[in-house]
T-cell receptor, first 117, second 115 residues
């Protein structure tokens, strides 16, 4: 079981460039999330998905887009990168039944550290 | 507005010196409170989920408790390997009358345990 896999681990972008952060889970989880974490801060929700074909905005969606064509994959697209998007990005997944997750809670990937210069 | 506040921001303990971390929350429609451990450069690692006031869970030197307004993470006789950032998060229904759930995180408590 690989859990939640994120690629790449590190990336430097120039202002105005675009890129896709990849996230794959092999646990057949229905819910998937993208968070960003700025230094000394908690995680802020960017986008989430409750199942294949269904996505919605979180607290800080501006400048990002997502898609969920399969249960396993939930890529995050950055269009026209800006310095404010410098952050560490975490993908997470869980299986919720009636609002309750299994005993393992939400599973997080190891993160993508993005710098926009 | 849904909010999670953790205190203290940072805590330094000597090995063996027990203490508690606090997580207070204001959220409509609480659907669970989560504790995570995060090591530098890594993703959060799940510790506990609590769903009801009065519920307690234990794992090794850690014990989490929940009331209607706050949760505590008690660390008994900590060791240097317990040094990490501890994150508290509440699960709330993102949209009323919907099955969309999200985790709202506090900013964490950085714990350092010295030998």
């Amino acid at each position: 079981n690989a859990g939640v896999t994120q690629t790449p681990k590190f990336r430097i972008l120039k202002i105005g460039q675009s890129m896709t952060l990849q996230c794959t889970q092999d646990m057949n989880h229905n819910y998937m999330y993208w968070y960003r974490q700025d230094p000394g801060m908690g995680l802020k929700l960017i986008y989430y998905s409750v199942g294949a074909g269904i996505t919605d905005k979180g607290e800080v969606p501006n400048g990002y887009n997502v898609s969920r064509s399969t249960t396993e994959d939930f890529p995050l697209r950055l269009e026209l990168a800006a310095p404010s998007q410098t952050s560490v990005y975490f993908c997470a997944s869980t299986k919720l039944t009636g609002g309750r997750s299994a005993n393992y809670g939400y599973t997080f990937g190891s993160g993508t550290r993005l710098t926009v210069v | 507005e849904d909010q999670v506040t953790q205190s203290p921001e940072a805590l330094r303990l000597q090995e063996g010196e027990s203490s508690s971390l606090n997580c207070s929350y204001t959220v409509s429609g609480l659907r669970g409170l989560f504790w995570y451990r995060q090591d530098p450069g890594k993703g959060p690692e799940f510790l506990f989920t609590l769903y009801s006031a009065g519920e307690e869970k234990e794992k090794e030197r850690l014990k989490a408790t929940l009331t209607k307004k706050e949760s505590f993470l008690h660390i008994t006789a900590p060791k240097p390997e317990d040094s990490a950032t501890y994150l508290c998060a509440v699960q709330a229904s993102y949209k009323p009358m919907d099955s969309s759930y999200k985790l709202i995180f506090g900013s964490g408590t950085r714990l350092l345990v010295r030998p």
